[in-house]
């Protein structure tokens, strides 16, 4: 059988299986669009400082969607992979002439297939609820594939923490540090609006900063290559990153098996 | 309260807090989320305060403070909860039901041992708060009040997971033990004072009864004391309106193992 058909066949079972559990897929759609709709009403009043980017709040923080329910997909594609290597199944797939990457894609298939999915929700209700793209329509499908990127990325992180650790409760422990990761980011106000130095700093360096920019800029103010380009080279950094620290994790794990 | 339900109840807070120091990784997550808010919306969102129409005696880092303290004390219940649903997971739970002389005594404890957690990483982020500079304008007194507010919070919230524990005796449930908590707490003005806000989450928040203890709180803090009896009696009724359901619940699981 192809790389190609290894991949579909794993990356199908990971995906029914995820969207099976609706505990699953539930959170990572809802609990972005809670905290939107929560800093969108909140955080109004803070469009009225002078200099703001926009005039409403909803514009701003819509991204900040996207790399959440990117960041909750990664967690549950890691502890579906890690669930895997506990039942035995991934050493059970190591014996067969399975390509590792198609192993790792496929198996990371059903948290980034939530977060694919999760992208075209959070695109759709920001608009019914008032999301104004300068971009046009181009920038909105850009922004999509971004979103897309970024999470297929994540998946990454996930896949290495599954892999390494061979544990979901490990790999769900890590959801704080991510969630931490977010939070002393850009995502509630633009780096010039953020007071206190050492958060700014901290908020200028974080990954994730890039990657909100880079879509942000496409909803507010236009084509952008300054934010959009290092958003894209920090979600493939991420990627070639987790996905090759992965790949060597499982080449040990199996050379141990 | 007769000797043996304390009894129980010492008994059971004695496990959760042995249980707590032998393993951190049970105590970390209570510290951290509280923590990350606090930095996340002290630090990041200071700017807010230059908002016009926002004003607040103590500052901004206070404002916020008071916020995440609260969380904190409705966090250390719904934890406390997760100890429950894995003790039903691991059949503990059943052969205490079946042991305890006293099953109120069961509830005591847990309300006890959520107390416990909530004095222990209460005081870690005061300390935290404090060492990074936040004004204090409350008078000792105040600053007590608060804590009480927010130990009422803590015993609603633990007895709220202890009804759903003893209702579904599965940590599945950990996701809705957390979730209505969560909104409610956002439901109240987080970033703002209330009439800053404007549109669905004003009315929300105005109907909210977090609102008023988060105000008599951030009153308390800086010293300019508002809503007091109201918070009180809010905290005191939804403290007694969750002891109902706990007890409710106790009941049926009683009935489960009879």
Same mark, same amino acid.
Request: with cysteine.
């Given at each position: 059988?192809?790389?190609?058909?290894?991949?579909?066949?794993?990356?199908?079972?990971?995906?029914?299986?995820?969207?099976?559990?609706?505990?699953?897929?539930?959170?990572? #759609?809802?609990?972005?669009?809670?905290?939107?709709?929560?800093?969108?009403?909140?955080?109004?009043?803070?469009?009225?400082?002078?200099?703001?980017?926009? @005039?409403?709040?909803?514009?701003?923080?819509?991204?900040?969607?996207?790399?959440?329910?990117?960041?909750?997909?990664?967690?549950?594609?890691?502890?579906?992979?890690?669930? @895997?290597?506990? /039942?035995?199944?991934?050493?059970?797939?190591?014996?067969?002439?399975?390509?590792?990457?198609?192993?790792?894609?496929?198996?990371?298939?059903?948290?980034?297939?939530?977060?694919?999915?999760?992208?075209?929700?959070?695109?759709?209700?920001?608009?019914?609820?008032?999301?104004? #793209?300068?971009?046009?329509?181009?920038?909105?499908?850009?922004?999509?594939?971004?979103?897309?990127?970024?999470?297929?990325?994540?998946?990454? #992180?996930?896949?290495?923490?599954?892999?390494?650790?061979?544990?979901?409760?490990?790999?769900?422990?890590?959801?704080?540090?991510?969630?931490?990761?977010?939070?002393? /980011?850009?995502?509630?106000?633009?780096?010039?609006? #953020?007071?206190?130095?050492?958060?700014?700093?901290?908020?200028?360096?974080?990954?994730? /900063?890039?990657?909100? @920019?880079?879509?942000?800029?496409?909803?507010?103010?236009?084509?952008?290559?300054?934010?959009?380009?290092?958003?894209?080279?920090?979600?493939?950094?991420?990627?070639?990153?987790?996905?090759?620290?992965?790949?060597? /994790?499982?080449?040990?794990?199996?050379?141990?098996? | 309260?007769?000797?043996?339900?304390?009894?129980?109840?010492?008994?059971?807070? =004695?496990?959760?807090? &042995?249980?707590?120091?032998?393993?951190?990784?049970?105590?970390?997550?209570?510290?951290?989320?509280?923590?990350?808010?606090?930095?996340?919306?002290?630090?990041? %969102?200071?700017?807010?305060? +230059?908002?016009?129409?926002?004003?607040?005696?103590?500052?901004?880092?206070?404002?916020?403070?008071?916020?995440?303290? $609260?969380?904190?004390?409705?966090?250390?219940?719904?934890?406390?909860?997760? =100890?429950?649903?894995?003790?039903?997971?691991?059949?503990?739970?059943?052969?205490?039901?079946?042991?305890?002389?006293?099953? =109120?005594?069961?509830?005591?404890?847990?309300?006890?041992?959520?107390?416990?957690?909530?004095?222990?990483?209460?005081? &870690? !982020?005061?300390?935290?708060?404090?060492?990074?500079?936040?004004?204090? !304008?409350?008078?000792?007194?105040?600053?007590?009040?608060?804590?009480?507010?927010?130990?009422?919070?803590?015993?609603?919230?633990?007895?709220?997971?202890?009804?759903?524990?003893?209702?579904?005796? +599965?940590?599945?449930?950990?996701?809705?033990?957390?979730?209505?908590?969560?909104? %409610?707490?956002?439901?109240?003005?987080?970033?703002?004072?209330?009439?800053?806000?404007?549109?669905?989450?004003?009315?929300?928040?105005?109907?909210?009864?977090?609102?008023?203890?988060?105000?008599?709180?951030?009153?308390? &803090? +800086?010293?300019?004391?508002?809503?007091?009896?109201?918070?009180?009696?809010?905290?005191?009724?939804?403290?007694?309106?969750?002891?109902?359901?706990?007890? !409710?619940? $106790?009941?049926?699981?009683?009935?489960?193992?009879?």
């Amino acid at each position: 059988m192809s790389s190609a058909g290894q991949l579909a066949l794993i990356g199908r079972r990971s995906v029914s299986r995820t969207f099976r559990q609706p505990v699953l897929v539930v959170p990572v #759609i809802l609990f972005p669009l809670v905290l939107l709709a929560v800093n969108a009403a909140g955080l109004a009043s803070i469009t009225e400082l002078p200099g703001f980017p926009t @005039d409403r709040y909803i514009n701003f923080a819509i991204v900040v969607c996207f790399v959440q329910g990117a960041l909750f997909a990664a967690i549950t594609a890691g502890t579906e992979l890690a669930s @895997d290597i506990q /039942s035995g199944f991934t050493d059970r797939l190591a014996l067969t002439p399975a390509k590792r990457w198609a192993v790792l894609a496929g198996a990371t298939a059903g948290g980034a297939s939530i977060a694919v999915f999760g992208s075209v929700v959070y695109l759709i209700i920001g608009l019914i609820f008032g999301v104004q #793209i300068d971009t046009g329509v181009l920038g909105a499908v850009t922004l999509l594939a971004l979103a897309i990127y970024t999470a297929l990325a994540f998946a990454g #992180i996930g896949a290495w923490l599954a892999v390494a650790t061979g544990s979901p409760q490990a790999v769900q422990g890590v959801f704080p540090l991510l969630f931490v990761l977010l939070f002393l /980011s850009t995502m509630n106000l633009p780096l010039d609006f #953020i007071q206190k130095q050492w958060f700014r700093v901290i908020a200028e360096w974080n990954p994730l /900063s890039f990657l909100i @920019d880079g879509m942000r800029g496409l909803v507010i103010g236009g084509w952008d290559a300054s934010t959009l380009l290092p958003a894209v080279a920090v979600a493939t950094a991420i990627m070639f990153v987790t996905f090759a620290g992965a790949a060597h /994790s499982l080449r040990k794990r199996v050379q141990r098996t | 309260m007769s000797g043996s339900t304390l009894s129980v109840a010492m008994a059971v807070l =004695r496990r959760v807090m &042995i249980q707590t120091f032998k393993n951190p990784a049970i105590i970390i997550p209570s510290l951290a989320f509280p923590l990350v808010f606090l930095i996340a919306f002290a630090g990041g %969102l200071s700017t807010v305060a +230059s908002v016009p129409g926002f004003s607040f005696k103590g500052g901004y880092t206070a404002f916020q403070f008071v916020f995440v303290f $609260l969380q904190t004390g409705a966090f250390a219940g719904i934890f406390t909860g997760y =100890r429950i649903a894995e003790d039903y997971e691991s059949g503990f739970a059943r052969r205490l039901l079946i042991a305890a002389p006293h099953a =109120r005594g069961i509830v005591l404890g847990f309300v006890l041992s959520g107390l416990a957690r909530f004095a222990l990483t209460g005081v &870690i !982020l005061w300390g935290i708060a404090l060492l990074a500079g936040m004004n204090v !304008l409350g008078s000792p007194l105040q600053i007590l009040a608060m804590w009480l507010l927010a130990a009422l919070l803590c015993v609603a919230s633990t007895l709220w997971v202890t009804g759903l524990a003893f209702r579904f005796q +599965s940590v599945d449930i950990g996701s809705f033990m957390q979730t209505p908590v969560f909104i %409610l707490l956002f439901l109240a003005p987080v970033y703002v004072p209330l009439a800053l806000l404007t549109g669905w989450l004003k009315v929300a928040a105005s109907a909210n009864p977090v609102t008023a203890i988060l105000d008599a709180s951030r009153g308390f &803090i +800086s010293g300019e004391q508002t809503k007091v009896a109201l918070a009180f009696a809010l905290a005191l009724g939804l403290a007694a309106l969750m002891g109902l359901w706990a007890g !409710l619940q $106790l009941r049926r699981a009683q009935r489960g193992v009879a």
